[in-house]
């Protein structure tokens, strides 16, 4: 629709209002140029129309699935997956977004520098992760799903991570962190179901991969060990990965009856915005077993 316009061209090419409307419906990739005028005030827009193919977005899948087949990423890796999603021309946005995935995952992998920032001091792999979303948080596919449910629960965005459903282990991890914080009753058994693959395990970088086991760990005192093996790295992850070990470490210690050890991880969350209803559950908690 427009309004207030005297005069329209398309791509260059004057013509009616009407017409452009017709056109621009009927345009499925490209970027069409549309320059609207009345009188002496003139704007120009541009817009990139990129509505995927069935078929094109299975090519992008297929060479994905070759890609993690090779058990392999490197930059060879993600070109050779471009070279062969490239055939599938209307799946541009979501060949993007994956590629931009996986560089970032090959930037925070790097041996030399995993948090490496730019010139503004902005993380690289964080970049690309955020690319990665703004390219795919509109897709319907398993992979753009994993891809946006490993980022969601990188940022610690359970409410988004839970409603991954398809990449399961994400969404069982981020509802048992969103019980944990609400103060409720959580899972306390083992979400790690084995029998049901996620895309998830495929497309996480190693920190979200031993993050997510840890997350899915029982917390019923019977792996304990699993979270004291991560424990002495614990100085070495970002802030917002720290506070998911520690909220996962308190649980499991204060099973296990280590009080001093629950009480040390859980008074390091007590003054954190999003730790209140959790902290007087745990806290309340925490005394019963120490009578």
């Not at 299975?58 to 997956?81: G, P, Y």
């Not at 596919?141 to 449910?149: D, H, L, T, V």
């Not at 614990?234 to 001093?260: T, Y």
Request: one cysteine or more.
């Amino acid at each position: 629709m427009t309004s207030d316009v005297e005069s329209i061209t398309v791509n260059g090419r004057e013509t009616s209002t009407s017409e452009a409307a017709g056109f621009l419906a009927s345009v499925k990739v490209g970027v069409q140029t549309v320059a609207v005028s009345n009188g002496p005030l003139e704007r120009t827009f541009e817009f990139d129309f990129c509505l995927a193919e069935e078929e094109d977005l299975c090519l992008v899948d297929q060479a994905l699935e070759k890609l993690i087949s090779s058990r392999e990423l490197s930059l060879n890796a993600i070109d050779t997956f471009i070279m062969r999603a490239g055939r599938g021309v209307t799946a541009r946005r979501y060949r993007e977004g994956v590629a931009a995935y996986l560089y970032g995952v090959l930037a925070r992998e790097a041996v030399e520098d995993p948090g490496r920032v730019d010139a503004s001091g902005a993380t690289i792999y964080e970049q690309r992760y955020n690319s990665a979303v703004s390219l795919l948080s509109t897709f319907d596919r398993p992979a753009a799903e994993a891809i946006c449910g490993l980022v969601a629960l990188h940022y610690n965005q359970f409410e988004l991570a839970v409603r991954k459903t398809n990449s399961h282990r994400v969404s069982d991890v981020a509802a048992r962190f969103r019980s944990l914080l609400a103060g409720g009753a959580f899972v306390t058994t083992n979400l790690a179901d084995r029998s049901h693959g996620s895309f998830d395990r495929a497309l996480s970088d190693s920190v979200t991969e031993d993050l997510l086991d840890l997350g899915a760990t029982a917390l019923d005192g019977t792996q304990s060990s699993i979270v004291t093996q991560l424990l002495p790295s614990l100085g070495e992850l970002r802030p917002q990965d720290q506070f998911k070990v520690r909220l996962i470490a308190a649980e499991a210690l204060l099973a296990v009856g280590d009080i001093d050890g629950a009480s040390r991880h859980g008074e390091a969350l007590r003054h954190s915005k999003e730790t209140g209803a959790w902290y007087a559950g745990f806290r309340t908690r925490l005394q019963e077993v120490g009578r």
